[in-house]
Nanobody, 126 residues
Framework: EGQLVESGGGSVQAGGSLKLACTAS???????????LGWYRQAPGNECELVSK???????WYADSVKGRFTISRDNLKSTMSLLMNSLKPEDSGVYYC?????????????????WGQGTPVTVSS
């Protein structure tokens, strides 16, 4: 069964950088004609919020809170998507999930880890 697998999370100090990766497992972007992809994050006690998304053709969108600091990209031939996070802040901490579609700015009820997978955790210390 195909799934998207996140990696690259970790612990950094404020001002540091991390690069998250999202890789297709069991299928290719080409096979499924992959459309929009996005990154959501959820910190304990917080909502599941859309951080960034990218269309099939590379059109990007960023939440105001990360604009100018995060860069999303995708490689359709390699079936991967990345999120480069610079100038990280403690409020960027949370579990990051990659998913298809990414139409909702907030997912009511929290990020569905049972559907999306475990995500990759990011911890930014001050």
């Amino acid at each position: 069964e195909g799934q998207l697998v996140e990696s690259g999370g970790g612990s950094v100090q404020a001002g540091g950088s991390l690069k998250l990766a999202c890789t297709a497992s069991g299928f290719t972007f080409t096979e499924v004609n992959m459309g929009d992809l996005g990154w959501y994050r959820q910190a304990p006690g917080n909502e599941c919020e859309l951080v960034s998304k990218i269309s099939r053709y590379g059109t990007t969108w960023y939440a105001d809170s990360v604009k100018g600091r995060f860069t999303i990209s995708r490689d359709n031939l390699k079936s991967t998507m990345s999120l480069l996070m610079n100038s990280l802040k403690p409020e960027d901490s949370g579990v990051y999930y990659c998913t298809t579609g990414a139409t909702a700015l907030v997912v009511v009820g929290g990020c569905p880890s049972d559907l999306w997978g475990q995500g990759t955790p990011v911890t930014v210390s001050s």
